[in-house]
T-cell receptor, first 113, second 111 residues
Framework: DTAVSQTPKYLVTQMGNDKSIKCEQN?????MYWYKQDSKKFLKIMFS???????INETVPNRFSPKSPDKAHLNLHINSLELGDSAVYFC????????????FGSGTRLTVV | DAKTTQPTSMDCAEGRAANLPCNHS???????VYWYRQIHSQGPQYIIH???NNETNEMASLIITEDRKSSTLILPHATLRDTAVYYC????????????FGGGTRLMVKP
């Protein structure tokens, strides 16, 4: 069973389109995250949701809108895609209480052409 | 959260121990040291974490100095599959304390 699963794994789309990436975790965690890894390989946090509520929103364009329908899901919707949005996006989850580590998904490689 | 400093890259011979250092001189008393690794094209993988005592699990050992200003991740018998970028991260235990990644150490295990 995959602990944190993301779909799709690859996404190629044209500039200006709107796309969504889905994430689901079956670990019973109460906090989920989206990270972006650009071509320089730096991993940057974008959003954090705890019990379906946004708790962290780093400096991310408002074209990016996360949505958490329940604790097990955190989807990322991106409007008006730009070339600079090309990156690998990782979803992760953790339990807010305690000191357990994060569990990451395998990533979604987004290419905007 | 405190910042960490790691060497950009290291090599290790297959079968030997890989010792990856990390400096975190500004760590505060309630912050933990975490290690993750990212194998090419995969999501980051949790390895180990500790507060002040040395820790060991099936993947690695974590040695934290008494003053907690530095630590070393030890892979006792490195294999080619351990080639990855290793991240040392300091993080508080509150929900608002995010896992913030730096540049990490690119470990190359060579035959």
């Amino acid at each position: 069973d995959t602990a944190v699963s993301q779909t799709p794994k690859y996404l190629v789309t044209q500039m200006g389109n709107d796309k969504s990436i889905k994430c689901e975790q079956n670990l019973g965690h109460d906090t989920m995250y989206w990270y972006k890894q650009d071509s320089k390989k730096f991993l940057k946090i974008m959003f954090s949701y705890n019990n379906k509520e946004l708790i962290i929103n780093e400096t991310v364009p408002n074209r990016f809108s996360p949505k958490s329908p329940d604790k097990a899901h955190l989807n990322l919707h991106i409007n008006s895609l730009e070339l600079g949005d090309s990156a690998v996006y990782f979803c992760a989850s953790s339990q807010s209480t305690g000191v357990t580590g994060y569990t990451f998904g395998s990533g979604t490689r987004l290419t905007v052409v | 959260d405190a910042k960490t400093t790691q060497p950009t890259s290291m090599d290790c011979a297959e079968g030997r121990a890989a010792n990856l250092p990390c400096n975190h001189s500004t760590i505060s008393g309630n912050e933990y040291v975490y290690w993750y690794r990212q194998i090419h094209s995969q999501g980051p993988q949790y390895i180990i974490h500790g507060l002040k005592n040395n820790e060991t699990n099936e993947m690695a050992s974590l040695i934290i100095t008494e003053d907690r200003k530095s630590s070393t991740l030890i892979l006792p018998h490195a294999t080619l599959r351990d080639t990855a970028v290793y991240y040392c991260i300091v993080r508080g235990r509150n929900a608002g304390n995010m896992l913030t990644f730096g540049g990490g150490t690119r470990l190359m295990v060579k035959p």
